[in-house]
């Protein structure tokens, strides 16, 4: 037994020696794991963060199924609009939500409320809270914080500070409020009386959204229109499918990072491996078995994971804190999602993020290991042999996922289809990808004109086995680069144009009430630097089930010169004009499968009104069905619609002196008067907040890729002196040796990107025409950017180079002897 435990302990000493001896393969291996679960574990902690709001939002305060109303510009807002929504007979219950950092303890989850008016949600006690809730505690000073046990635990031993006391002690009293235990709670979360969690949050008279305890008596009041955002129980479907579309993308390109990290992760497990072939046989000779010798490998290659994965999911955390308030502000604004900007995670994440690191080295591990174990050739010699096999059996997988995209682009509807198609394209190119390098390099050689560059590229092809998982691994990165980026940019472009098109008036104008949009409008039409006044009414309707928007507009010229209309009747704007026609947006335009020239009914006042379709328009951005019409005709037909905005044409030169004007006539605020810039800004900095997380993961994902092709090259840098020592030996020195292989590099980081450049084309193609109109409804236009694609080609072959550095160093401090050993034991 002592003997065994003595041998066993010897194995394990021998195997772990070789990190040692080899310590940036070893930091590769941890380069490899820690960024693969970083980016992996960071994603899924910004999901799970997500889902665990929407969760706890809806079973606590059935706000995800139920109507509710936000802020226009997803902030915080008045409750002075909660006291004149009651006061006109709407059933609404405020919520404030907010995160408390303690001095020297825990960030708090802080949730307000109005138990009066929430008790209206259910006919027993309000949701979310105990059964033996006790109203009068709650709602008298110094009052009562419902919290977990373990919540309330912490906040005693914390209150024995006298400054963190004092922050808890209401205004009316000088005690502390009495804590209540529920079960209903997750730790770290607090409910409070509202008034008491405005004074927690330092939002004196603030609220964050209001729940409908009960359907709105009609529209919102003119005051408040301008102000607050309607989400209704049908919008909320919409945002669970718009919200998951947001996390499976997101999802998506951390899954691709955590490939491309265990390419890392594979290089250089294969490079150890391969090195420990004489152990292998030493250890054989010693008497130890080869089932043995498995075990252990495996149970090293356990421990690197283990060892690999705190860092990596501590460095995932860090991520996910950093991405964490651009998204919640992204779903916020967007779609009203409510995501708590402090990050927690529950012990599955954890675990997760363990069995990831450890299942990929396991992964990463299986064909080294088989190699290893299989007694056979140098690996070298065995990669140049059998390649051309391999490349076949790649290029036949490749074919068949290329075959699999195609059936899904013509029969899939789905979302999930949609990036089922992503997968199959990426995936099937990085297979073809090496075929597709050997035919050039092939073609290379037969073109060259002389020995030296005929060997050039010769051994590049030679290269090319120990260099393609890497190669591989870039051309992902610099595809989906490509793609995702000319995406945004594409985004960004058509975005910036829409809005030049559709906030054509130099000022927007909003009234408080009729009374003062009456003033406004005869104040307005007596001043000469007006130069139009273009007035829309708006109200709610449902069409097959979908809640739609109708909007009423004053035919003018501006509209007709500078409104984007996808598809048209000749002349849409006239008979919008003139005859019983609506323009509706591309959303309800797709979802009712509707055309220029159709029919549509739709419910009036006095009865079901049938329109033309004189156009299809673009609304990017908008989740809701959206029609158009003039507002004569809307008063005849829906005369109970709300005032809306106003658009003010004028003279740039004239835009100053008349906002001032307005704001001094009729007492107006930045809410009620702005110009065209301070929208474009606003509209502008939320789309620049909502794809941070995307383009923060697009350059992770960049730099993992050039650490994978610095590991290759740092594998074959061990065994490429015994096939330059010939070459050296014919007379070709060593600083030109370093500059071919500097060549050969450069050409084959140079291919890839070339060969990135079509596929990344071809994937921001799918997401534009294809994942795009799955997930919102709308198709963005395809733009060309050639100046990212020289970017990246810049940024691939300075990676490149950066990443040969070491493999040539080593050949430039090379002695002759060195080299004639090599050239001795390659004979």
């Known amino acids: 037994m002592t003997t065994s435990r003595f041998t066993n302990v010897w194995v394990l000493h021998a195997l772990l020696s070789h990190w040692r001896r080899h310590p940036l393969q070893l930091l590769m291996l941890a380069c490899g794991l820690i960024a693969a679960t970083a980016l992996w574990s960071g994603v899924q902690a910004l999901n799970a963060q997500a889902r665990s709001s929407y969760d706890q939002a809806a079973g606590r305060f059935n ?3 139920q109507t509710q109303l936000i802020s226009r510009d997803a902030t915080d807002f008045s409750e002075a609009y909660y006291i004149s929504l009651r006061r006109a007979g709407w059933k ?7 995160s408390l950092q303690l001095p020297d303890g825990p960030a708090l989850r802080i949730i307000g409320l109005e138990p ?9 006690s309000p949701r979310g809270l105990p059964g033996n809730f006790d ?3 709650f709602l008298t000073p110094p009052g009562q914080l419902l919290v977990s046990q373990a919540t309330a635990d912490q906040l005693k031993q914390l209150w024995q500070n006298p400054d963190i006391a004092e922050l808890f002690k209401s205004a009316e009293s000088s005690e502390l409020p009495h804590l209540h235990v529920t079960s209903a709670l997750n730790d770290k979360e607090l409910i409070a009386d509202i008034h008491l969690a405005q004074q927690l949050l330092a939002l004196p008279g603030k609220v964050s959204r209001l729940l409908l305890t009960a359907n709105p008596p009609g529209p ?8 607050l955002k309607l989400i209704t129980a049908k919008d909320e479907a919409d945002l669970a499918r718009l919200t998951d ?4 993308n997101l999802t998506a390109l951390s899954l691709l990072a955590f490939v491309v990290g265990l390419l890392i992760v594979y290089s250089s497990i294969n490079l150890a491996f391969a090195q420990r072939r004489p152990l292998r046989q030493i250890l054989h000779s010693c008497g130890v078995s080869q089932r043995q010798l498995l075990g ?12 690999a994965a705190l860092p990596g999911l501590i460095s995932g955390y860090l991520i996910a804190s950093l991405l964490l308030p651009d998204l919640a502000a992204s779903l916020r604004g967007l779609y009203g999602a409510q995501v708590t900007d402090s990050l927690t995670l529950e012990p599955v994440w954890w675990w997760s993020g363990l069995a990831m690191t450890v299942g990929g080295v396991l992964l990463a591990a299986i064909l080294p290991l088989i190699r290893l174990i299989k007694p056979s050739a140098t690996q070298a010699q065995d990669k140049v042999k059998y390649f051309p096999y391999i490349c076949s059996w790649l290029s036949l997988t490749g074919a068949l996922l290329w075959l699999i995209a195609l059936l899904l682009m013509l029969w899939g509807e789905s979302l999930m289809s949609g990036f089922m198609l992503l997968t199959c394209l990426l995936f099937g190119s990085a297979l073809l990808m090496p075929a597709c390098l050997k035919r050039l390099l092939t073609l290379a050689e037969s073109r060259s004109q002389g020995p030296v560059s005929q060997w050039l590229w010769a051994d590049a092809r030679l290269q090319l086995p120990g260099l393609s998982l890497a190669l591989m691994a870039l051309l992902l990165a610099l595809s989906t680069s490509i793609g995702v980026g000319g995406m945004v940019e594409g985004f960004r472009k058509t975005f910036s144009g829409w809005l030049d098109q559709r906030l054509a008036a130099e000022i927007y104008l909003r009234a408080d009430n009729p009374q003062q949009a009456q003033a406004m409008e005869g104040w307005l039409s007596e001043r000469d630097d007006v130069e139009a006044l273009l007035p829309s009414r708006r109200t709610e309707i449902s069409l097959q089930g979908w809640p739609v928007e109708l909007r009423g507009f004053k035919p003018h010229a501006t509209y007709a010169d500078h409104w984007p209309l996808l598809s048209s009747l000749p002349s849409p704007w006239q008979q919008v004009a003139t005859q019983p026609a609506v323009l509706i947006n591309e959303q309800l335009a797709r979802n009712l499968n509707l055309s220029p020239g159709d029919s549509i009914q739709l419910p009036a006042t006095e009865g079901d009104q049938i329109f033309i379709i004189a156009a299809i328009y673009s609304d990017y951005g908008n989740p809701k069905g959206q029609l158009m019409l003039s507002i004569e005709r809307m008063l005849q037909h829906w005369p109970d619609a709300v005032a809306g905005s106003y658009a003010l044409r004028a003279h740039p030169q004239n835009v100053e002196v008349l906002m001032q004007a307005l704001t001094e006539q009729f007492n107006l605020d930045a809410s009620n008067l702005f110009d065209q810039q301070a929208v474009k800004g606003f509209s502008t900095q939320l789309f620049e907040r909502t794809f941070a997380a995307t383009q923060a993961l697009n350059l992770f994902i960049l730099g993992v890729a050039a650490i994978a092709l610095f590991s290759s090259l740092l594998t074959l840098s061990s065994m490429r002196l015994s096939q330059l020592a010939p070459v050296w030996a014919c007379g070709i020195s060593r600083r030109h040796l370093m500059l071919y292989e500097l060549i050969k590099l450069l050409s084959l980081a140079m291919l890839t990107a070339l060969l990135a450049i079509p596929l990344g084309l071809l994937l921001n193609l799918c997401l ?3 994942i795009n109109v799955r997930a919102f409804g709308w198709k963005l236009p395809w733009h060309l950017f050639p100046a990212q694609w020289l970017w990246l080609i810049g940024v691939t072959l300075i990676a490149a180079f950066l990443a040969a550095l070491v493999p040539l160093l080593r050949l430039h401090f090379s002695s002759p002897s060195d080299l004639l050993r090599s050239f001795s034991h390659d004979n």
């Open 296 to 307: 252990w490998l495996l149970a090293e290659l356990l421990l690197l994971g283990l060892l």
């Open 245 to 248: 579309s947001f996390h499976l």
């Open 116 to 124: 009066l008016t929430l008790t209206f949600t259910t006919t027993q």
């Open 220 to 227: 919102l009041p003119d005051t408040l229109a301008p102000h």
């Open 135 to 137: 109203l009068k505690r």
């Open 92 to 98: 609404v219950t405020p919520l404030l939500e907010g």
């Open 768 to 770: 534009v025409k294809v």
């Open 63 to 65: 706000s995800l199924s």
